[in-house]
T-cell receptor, first 116, second 107 residues
Framework: EAGVTQSPTHLIKTRGQQATLRCSPI?????VYWYQQALGLGLQFLLW???????NRGNFPPRFSGRQFPNYSSELNVNALELEDSALYLC???????????????FGEGSRLTVL | AQRVTQPEKLLSVFKGAPVELKCNYS??????LFWYVQYSRQRLQLLLR??SRESIKGFTADLNKGETSFHLKKPFAQEEDSAMYYC?????????FGKGTHLIIQP
């Protein structure tokens, strides 16, 4: 079974530009989560999608947005990039929320975004 | 709002010594708690969950609602336990992680 895949692995942008990160969940998983892992800050929750809808978002400005497609893949968009957006962005997937009482998330390897 | 606190950024113990990674939480509802682990150059993965009351790789964790804690313990540390450990709390808003503890097992 293929795991969660994320692309690109690395991305270098300059301030003010836009970045798009992509995530393909494990087959059969309908929930996708995005986390930002910045140095010293642990895993900061960004967004949660389930069945194509945004279920919750973390304490991030509106320039962080995303969507989930009908095939349950997802993309994260970061507009007007700032230096402090440099981080590892992790995507995770899980089975349908109702069925996933266990709460296990399966993580991708992440996309490393560097803003210069 | 829920919160997960891991007070130790770094914990270093010798091989064979007991290990305890601390986790405290703040949540108004009935909590579901987890420990995730990230070994060097590997993905973040689930280690154990409190509802299963299981022991994985010799680790156990007991939910103490009175102290709002979910500490991870292992009686005898092994070198392969060196990793980043994250405590997480599940709520209707998703999964909230602590900032993690870097566990180093010295030979």
């Amino acid at each position: 079974e293929a795991g969660v895949t994320q692309s690109p692995t690395h991305l270098i942008k300059t301030r003010g530009q836009q970045a798009t990160l992509r995530c393909s969940p494990i087959s059969g998983h309908t929930s996708v989560y995005w986390y930002q892992q910045a140095l010293g800050l642990g895993l900061q929750f960004l967004l949660w999608y389930d069945e194509g809808e945004e279920r919750n978002r973390g304490n991030f400005p509106p320039r962080f947005s995303g969507r989930q497609f009908p095939n349950y893949s997802s993309e994260l968009n970061v507009n007007a990039l700032e230096l402090e957006d440099s981080a590892l962005y992790l995507c995770a997937s899980s089975r349908a929320t109702g069925a996933n009482r266990g709460g296990e998330l399966f993580f991708g390897e992440g996309s490393r975004l560097t803003v210069l | 709002a829920q919160r997960v606190t891991q007070p130790e950024k770094l914990l270093s113990v010798f091989k064979g010594a007991p290990v305890e990674l601390k986790c405290n939480y703040s949540y108004s509802g009935s909590p579901e708690l987890f420990w995730y682990v990230q070994y060097s150059r590997q993905r973040l993965q689930l280690l154990l969950r409190h509802i299963s009351r299981e022991s994985i790789k010799g680790f156990t964790a007991d939910l103490n609602k009175g102290e709002t804690s979910f500490h991870l313990k292992k009686p005898f540390a092994q070198e392969e336990d060196s990793a980043m450990y994250y405590c997480a709390l599940k709520s209707a808003d998703g999964l909230t992680f602590g900032k993690g503890t870097h566990l180093i097992i010295q030979p």
